[in-house]
């Protein structure tokens, strides 16, 4: 029998995998723990137990002046205590009691003609799990109704700093707002604190996420050919987690790098639109992650588009996943981000001088900060309904400011419960290898010929998503990653290698 989220793999069908059903659950689990965190927040500093939490969804957007109606995802904060799909919607959460309450837009009768079936409040107080359901235009009149204090009932809005977009939450907004007390600052690093640690439930969508977009990597490694396009391999990514794994969205843009494309760190946007053709002997570096009900996977894979390493490929991946897989061996409660990715720098360094592009003491390029020129990005990120989910840094944490540690989204130390990115890279960047060859604190760890010979080589990355345990953690990518294992699947062995043969290639099956 098929567990739920796993079909049965038939000779015809690509996957093994089905969309999971979706535990409305879950969000019932995140509202009762932001209530409990809250209230022990206003105990703590005396405050009544009054008020409700109130959020706004998000809205549609149409294309520009157009009236063609973007696809709609819901705004994430929102996503995350109520898994509301549709737009327009508000909703609250009563602190004395608990009790949760949906504010629906009310629908013109137009909707049914276009758009389908006008669904009756009940509707999404079954589906969400929630204590009532009104119409927007209640709003007041409900939470005066049932507020239980003395005066203008109290509303915790979210307003807080994104410190990755650097951007603010907007709180809502609404008709006659000034018939409540308002207050900006408790909610938004309350909500967030909860976001960063996953729940089972949370952790088995992520998971979802994590199998059908592993599979789907396989997929394309499998299907690469010399001479196509990049956008093939996105569109065979698509195909896969949307088909199997009922994914609409993506956690962020498809990066379907190629050969010296693979150093642009974003590469894939508008103006680089995944449309370059494959060379034989380029490297493939793909970050590609499907989204299932909100939450998310980051996973990259790079590998040789025609199947077999070069030395030069070898020396550069095995350098970073040994970074890779030494940082997943030290990851515990406990443990500081900034070491890890220091870590991380170190045998990438370490593996360089080894393989002859750099020369010198390795402790004497850290304290350089060598590592920034050849991995410039931090060595990972939280993962949940945002590919960067928020709480990276709590309020009044500093940044790092030195080359590579300032590029960190989170400088925490691990705790049970997170889930983080683990995504060390190699890559030969003219606009930064120039300058380190020209500065004299740099230039004389790098061997010029050496460097050289990478020049349109582009870069390795290997990203994996990792959940912090009570004693360690767990990779929750399942993709190829040892040299021998990427060959192998792309010359067509079964993935995850079953029966293989070790002793022909010397690795471990
Ligand atoms: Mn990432």
Redesign the pocket.
């Known amino acids: 029998m098929a567990k739920p989220g796993e079909a049965m793999p038939t000779a015809s069908s690509p996957s093994s995998l089905s969309p999971p059903e979706i535990p409305m659950e879950l969000h019932v689990n995140n509202r009762e723990k932001l209530i409990k965190c809250l209230r022990e927040h206003l105990s703590s500093s005396s405050r009544p137990l009054r008020g409700f939490v109130f959020l706004q969804g998000g809205e549609e957007q149409t294309r520009h002046c157009t009236d063609h109606i973007e696809l709609f995802r819901q705004e994430s904060y929102f996503a995350y205590l109520f898994g509301v799909r549709e737009p327009g919607f508000y909703g609250a959460i009563d602190i004395a009691t608990g009790e949760s309450i949906l504010f629906a837009p009310r629908l013109s009768a137009d909707y049914a003609v276009w758009l389908g079936e006008i669904k009756p409040l009940t509707y999404f107080k079954e589906r969400y799990m929630v204590s009532m359901v009104f119409y927007t235009d209640e709003i007041v009149k409900v939470l005066h109704d049932l507020y239980l204090g003395l005066g203008k009932p109290l509303l915790f809005l979210l307003h807080g700093l994104n410190t990755d977009s650097d951007k603010f939450s907007k709180p809502a907004e609404f008709e006659r707002i000034e018939k409540f007390e308002r207050d900006l600052d408790t909610l938004h690093p309350i909500l967030t604190e909860c976001r960063v640690f996953k729940s089972d439930l949370e952790l088995s969508l992520i998971q979802f996420a994590n199998d059908i977009s592993s599979e789907a990597h396989v997929e394309v490694m499998r299907k690469t050919r010399g001479g196509m396009k990049e956008y093939q391999l996105e569109s065979m990514f698509l195909h896969h987690t949307y088909m199997y794994g009922g994914c609409r969205h993506c956690s962020y843009t498809c990066i379907c790098a190629t050969g010296e494309n693979s150093s642009v760190l974003h590469y894939g946007h508008a103006a680089a639109p995944n449309d370059r053709i494959l060379q034989d002997g380029d490297l493939a570096l793909l ?1 590609m992650g499907a989204e299932y009900h909100f939450y998310g996977s ?1 996973i ?1 894979c790079s590998f040789p588009v025609n199947g077999k390493f070069t030395s030069d490929q070898c020396l550069v991946y095995n350098a970073v996943l040994d970074a890779h897989n030494a940082v997943i061996s030290s990851m515990k409660p406990g443990v500081s981000w900034v070491d890890m990715h220091k870590l991380a720098e170190k045998i990438i360094l370490e593996a360089l001088k080894k393989g002859g592009v750099l020369v010198g003491d390795v402790d004497d390029m850290m304290a350089q900060r060598l590592g920034a020129v050849f991995m410039p990005h931090g060595l ?2 939280f ?1 949940g309904i945002d ?1 960067h989910d928020p709480g990276g840094y709590l309020k009044g944490a500093k940044r790092p400011r030195e080359p590579g540690l300032k590029s960190l989204r989170t400088s925490r130390e691990l705790q049970e419960g997170m889930v983080i ?1 683990v ?1 060390p890279g190699c890559y030969f960047i003219e606009a930064l290898l120039v300058p380190a060859m020209e500065s004299s604190s740099t230039s004389m760890f790098l061997i010029v010929e050496e460097i050289d010979r990478f020049k349109g080589f582009g870069g390795v990355r290997i ?1 994996s998503d990792v959940h912090v345990t009570s004693n360690g953690c767990v990779n929750m990518t399942k993709c190829p990653r040892e040299v021998m294992e990427i060959e192998a699947v792309m010359a067509g062995a079964p993935w995850p290698l079953k029966n293989f043969n070790c002793s022909e290639n010397g690795g471990e099956g």
């Open positions: 970050d980051d990259t990972g990120h993962l590919t990115t995504e990203e």
